[in-house]
């Protein structure tokens, strides 16, 4: 069984700062990122949660 992934790009509010990321569930990770389930994860300290593009 294949199973499907995506490359995911993020940038903060004033774009200044982007991280990329691998995962099997977008959505889920988004939000992951955007709830700041992690709180010293870098995405938190930098708040970095708008979505530029994925794969």
Same mark, same amino acid.
């Given at each position: 069984?294949?199973?499907?992934?995506?490359?995911?790009?993020? $940038?903060?509010?004033?774009? $200044?700062?982007?991280? $990329?990321?691998?995962?099997?569930?977008?959505?889920?990770?988004?939000?992951?990122?955007?709830?700041?389930?992690?709180?010293?994860?870098? $995405?938190?300290?930098?708040?970095?949660?708008?979505?530029?593009?994925?794969?």
């Amino acid at each position: 069984m294949i199973k499907g992934g995506a490359v995911y790009i993020l $940038t903060n509010k004033n774009n $200044t700062t982007l991280y $990329t990321g691998v995962t099997s569930d977008l959505i889920s990770r988004v939000v992951e990122h955007s709830q700041k389930i992690y709180p010293n994860s870098f $995405t938190s300290k930098y708040n970095i949660t708008k979505l530029v593009l994925y794969y």
